[in-house]
């Protein structure tokens, strides 16, 4: 079974083609990274165009690279949502008119369910059901998942997504975009311990997080700082900063792996690319006796593979298996 995906839900156009849902025969990733530098963000606007401008020679490149033509293939997984609807738009028009006029069924794909799945691109593989972590920009939240196609939203962030947080406190220290990769490595360079920034645990039983408290910490710390005058050490506000989000992350996903009484823990989304993370969560699993697995990093951030996992077992499931011509894009994700 042979099947291209596409992705395109924010500053990353990608293709990816799947064979027999676990031999990825190619993943094709343009990053717009230099184009939202100079703004500090994605910018929409700026994102759809690039969208338009990459989608055709991406979608070549991965066809090229898996050595497949249009006639071979047997559907085409597109993200149909969260994101940017301007964004998502162009790989979601794109698909569709292909699928239409190769007569094969568009599947579409939740960009969550594809970073939940991400870690079957990796070599060790977890059994069902496992506990994920998806971190990314958009999102903070816990999952248990039943089977690739079912999902149980356990905790989710209150208000910043760990990524956001990442990406602000980055803004705000003047250190660029994306904050996420930037502070990690600063961050090596300085001692976690020195500044305590606030963990915001919530209620006892909860799962949720809140990532906007320890922002402001950072914020309220350079201020204070600047106003007494004082030299600021920044590779140690961001291993402080960078501990602060971890240590949460990581007790929030033991938490639920205890509640739940589920012996398998994965890591996904953006942020579980940060080293500090992935150390983290595989020291304190191992020494609960958690299997914690990683997706390999390229697979942690955005990317189509992971659409074309998610998108294959789909159309295992004939969850959904019509090409619909009406089918639209969402901003927020169905499975929150
Ligand atoms: O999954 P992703 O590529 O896009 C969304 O679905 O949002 O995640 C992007 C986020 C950004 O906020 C970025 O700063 C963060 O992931 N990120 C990281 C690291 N690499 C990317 N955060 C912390 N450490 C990293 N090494
Ligand atoms: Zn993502």
Not at 10 to 15: I, M, P, Q, S, W
Not at 129 to 153: C, E, F, Q, R, T
Not at 251 to 270: D, H, M, N, P
Request: proline share 5%; with cysteine.
């Amino acid at each position: 079974m042979l099947l291209l995906a596409i992705e395109s839900s924010c500053d990353e156009t990608a293709a990816a083609v799947l064979e027999n849902g676990t031999n990825l025969l190619s993943s094709v990733v343009d990053s717009q990274i230099q184009v939202h530098r100079p703004y500090g963000g994605v910018v929409p606007e700026l994102a759809s165009r690039r969208h338009i401008e990459t989608i055709f020679p991406v979608v070549n490149e991965a066809m090229k690279q898996a050595r497949i033509r249009l006639d071979q293939l047997d559907a085409i997984a597109v993200t149909q949502g969260p994101g940017l609807v301007g964004s998502l738009l162009i790989g979601m028009s794109f698909a569709k008119a292909l699928a239409y006029v190769e007569n094969l069924p568009c599947l579409g794909v939740d960009h969550l369910a594809g970073h939940l799945l991400s870690i079957f691109l990796g070599e060790k593989h977890p059994c069902f059901p496992y506990i994920a972590l998806a971190a990314s920009g958009g999102h903070s939240s816990i999952y248990l998942v039943n089977d690739p196609v079912s999902y149980k939203l356990l905790g989710q962030t209150r208000d910043d997504a760990a990524g956001e947080a990442f990406d602000k406190v980055a803004k705000l220290l003047g250190l660029g975009y994306p904050g996420g990769p930037i502070i990690a490595k600063i961050a090596d360079k300085g001692s976690p311990e020195i500044i305590s920034f606030p963990r915001a645990w919530l209620e006892p039983d909860s799962l949720d997080f809140s990532f906007s408290g320890v922002k402001t910490a950072v914020v309220n710390y350079v201020n204070q700082a600047k106003r007494k005058k004082e030299e600021l050490h920044i590779p140690d506000i961001c291993a402080s900063f960078q501990e602060a989000i971890a240590d949460v992350l990581v007790e929030k996903t033991l938490a639920a792996a205890r509640t739940c009484s589920v012996s398998q823990i994965v890591l996904a989304g953006g942020v579980a690319a940060n080293q500090r993370l992935r150390d983290l969560m595989s020291s304190r699993g191992r020494k609960e006796n958690f299997s914690v697995f990683l997706p390999p990093i390229e697979y942690c951030t955005d990317n189509a593979a992971m659409i074309a996992v998610a998108g294959y077992h789909l159309f295992k499931n004939r969850k959904q298996l019509t090409s619909t011509i009406d089918m639209d894009v969402y901003s927020r994700s169905r499975m929150i």
